[in-house]
């Protein structure tokens, strides 16, 4: 597409009940990148996808969290068992290619899924 | 990975003044690159620096990379309400794919 497309763009859920957030990346773009941003703090990196592997999931809160992405485009977060503290805006990114120690590409970014857990 | 820090933290301008944000490493930068979000938005990418001492211009907007490439700068002149955002200077992180972004620098244009 176009442009990087989230959704649903905005969740509320209920604590303890799971969640399945979704991010479609510009067509050719083989990174994608999560990450999450609480009210009027910066991007928390949750994780990174070159292709559809996942080389890194360090940045994953808890166990509660996973993600996957097939066919090299369509990405989902899947968060279990809401709490409270994963209300926040989750915002995903694609870029043509992933950095190297001597080069990033730019982000695109989507306009995020909104989440509050209550 | 390559910590940046960025000040100010929090900007408040008159609408007309000239506003800067500064972004700094202890280490040296390969690439510096520029983003901007507005109250509500997304974070849009505005431009990357590779070279050192590089200066690159969009309209009221001045962006500067160290000689060093340690530091980087964004002047916007004569500030308009439009200005109003949050302006990131995420570096690379940890692994070197990903970017880490800090708080930014937020600013706020009073009419």
């Known amino acids: 597409g176009a442009g990087v497309s989230q959704s649903p763009s905005n969740k509320v859920t209920e604590k303890g009940k799971d969640v399945e957030l979704r991010c479609d990346p510009i067509?050719?773009?083989?990174?994608l990148y999560w990450y999450r941003q609480s009210l009027g703090q910066g991007l928390e990196f949750l994780i990174y996808?070159?292709?559809?592997?996942?080389?890194?999931k360090s940045g994953l809160p808890s166990d509660r969290f996973s993600a996957e992405r097939t066919g090299g485009s369509v990405s989902t977060l899947t968060i279990q068992r809401t709490q409270q503290e994963d209300s926040a805006v989750y915002l995903c990114?694609?870029?043509?290619?992933?950095?190297?120690?001597?080069?990033?590409?730019?982000?695109?970014f989507g306009s995020g899924t909104r989440l509050t857990v209550v | 990975g390559q910590q940046v820090m960025q000040i100010p933290q929090y900007q408040h301008v008159q609408e007309g003044e000239d506003f800067t944000t500064y972004c700094n490493s202890s280490?040296?930068?390969?690439?510096i690159q520029w983003y901007k979000q507005r109250p509500g938005g997304h974070p849009v990418f505005l431009i990357q620096?590779?070279?050192?001492?590089e200066v690159k211009k969009q309209k009221r907007l001045t962006f500067q990379f160290g000689e060093a490439k340690k530091n980087s700068s964004l002047h916007i002149t004569a500030t308009q309400t439009t200005d109003v955002g949050t302006y990131f200077c995420?570096?690379?992180?940890?692994?070197?794919?990903?970017?880490?972004f800090g708080k930014g620098t937020k600013l706020s244009v009073i009419p």
């Open positions: 990114a694609s870029s043509i290619a992933p950095g190297n120690r001597d080069f990033n590409y730019g982000y695109t």
């Open positions: 995420p570096s690379p992180g940890a692994g070197s794919y990903q970017l880490t």
């Open positions: 280490t040296t930068l390969s690439n």
């Open positions: 067509s050719g773009h083989t990174a």
């Open positions: 620096l590779v070279k050192s001492g």
């Open positions: 996808f070159q292709g559809n592997s996942a080389p890194d």
